[in-house]
């Protein structure tokens, strides 16, 4: 389907030969258009003012300054969807941090296909962030009090949570509100191997709750968090008189490897009613169809609404298709959850 106007993207990166390759091989694309490419940060703030492009794309390792302290610098004054392109994982969750909506890993050219899966992958993730909106979710979210005589038996209830482009900072300002003594909470992020271990361990260094990526049998445990690790679906089991997470290497579902929906409908037959689901930010319609499954199950279910999200997609459909029970904006879902189980 032709959008109605091309995107405008600005390329960043200080390799000839791969500002020249990716220029010409995301034009191929009828709805993109490379309007300029840049060496470096300073080059690129110029072309920024001058060119207005829709998306840019930024590698992280450049002469004068790096792409994360661009980003922190750019992104106050001329908020605008960046997607990260670069080889260094350890520093890609920092540019998340800094503002931009999506990376993508430069591809291995000693693959064959790498290079058309890199630019494949690439030119969706560009058209994804023309429609993000950016400079909404840097706040600070302070600690909310820990739940006391909730009432509520947390060893058999699960939290789930779901999200994609923009989830990164969604799940965090969800979780890092969240107290010591908390159900088990599974989530699944739309990220590739090795990212998903390392946000785990970014959330559980800044987080009340113990975070890890999730490993086959892993059992869930109240104040423990567990992240579907790339390339695996995650589902959970019922084991005794607790449950366990199950972690295989599957093909995609909904488009998606782990995919919110496959986790979503394992947490509706495993816990039905003694679960709640939460749908946050994110392309397309990955964890509607699991959320209502678990809505019909008599859990209790939360969207992000369209404020607040940096893309109003999986959220949308939810809501749209009767999966969602309450839309909140993301400030204010960590405080639903605790009230939901404090009842």
């Known amino acids: ?17 791969f500002r020249e390759t990716l220029s010409r091989e995301i034009s191929k694309d009828p709805d993109v258009e490379v309007v300029g490419t840049a ?26 300054m790096n792409g994360i302290e661009f980003l922190k ?12 392109v670069s080889s260094v994982s350890k520093n890609i969750l920092d540019a998340l941090d800094a503002g931009a909506v999506e990376f ?14 890199f630019v494949n992958e690439l030119i969706v993730k560009i058209k994804i962030a023309s429609t993000a ?34 989830g990164t900072d969604a799940i965090y300002a969800v979780v890092s509100r969240l107290p010591r003594d908390m159900p088990p909470i599974v989530i699944v992020q739309h990220m590739p191997p090795v ?3 390392l946000y785990a361990d970014r959330l559980n260094n800044t987080c009340e709750l113990e975070v890890k990526e999730a490993e086959d049998g892993d059992v869930l445990k109240p104040g423990r968090v567990l992240i579907a ?92 298709i009767g999966g969602v029970e309450k839309q909140l904006p993301l400030e204010k879902i960590s405080d639903e959850i605790v009230r939901v189980l404090s009842k």
């Open 73 to 84: 610098k750019l992104m106050p004054q001329y908020p605008l969807p960046v997607i990260v």
């Open 39 to 64: 060496t470096d940060p300073y080059m690129a703030r110029d072309m920024i003012i001058k060119l207005k492009p829709d998306v840019v794309t930024l590698d992280v390792e450049m002469p004068k």
């Open 1 to 17: 389907m032709r959008l109605k106007q091309k995107i405008k993207v600005l390329i960043v990166d200080d390799s000839l030969l």
């Open 133 to 166: 909106k950016v400079g909404n979710l840097k706040k600070d979210y302070a600690p909310i009090k820990a739940i006391a005589n909730s009432g509520v038996n947390t060893m058999n209830m699960i939290i789930a949570i779901g999200a994609s482009t923009g």
């Open 195 to 197: 990212f998903t271990k």
């Open 104 to 117: 993508v890993t430069k591809p291995n050219f000693s693959r064959t296909g790498g290079m058309n899966s």
């Open 229 to 320: 690790p790339g390339s695996y679906q995650m589902r959970i089991v019922k084991r005794g008189t607790g449950y366990i997470v199950k972690c295989t290497q599957e093909e995609k579902v909904s488009g998606h490897c782990p995919s919110v929906d496959v986790l979503f409908s394992s947490v509706a037959e495993a816990a039905g009613k003694q679960s709640i689901g939460v749908i946050l930010t994110g392309m397309g319609k990955d964890g509607a169809e699991g959320l209502l499954k678990m809505k019909k199950k008599g859990a209790y279910t939360i969207g992000q609404d369209e404020k607040t999200s940096i893309v109003y997609g999986m959220p949308m459909v939810a809501y749209n």
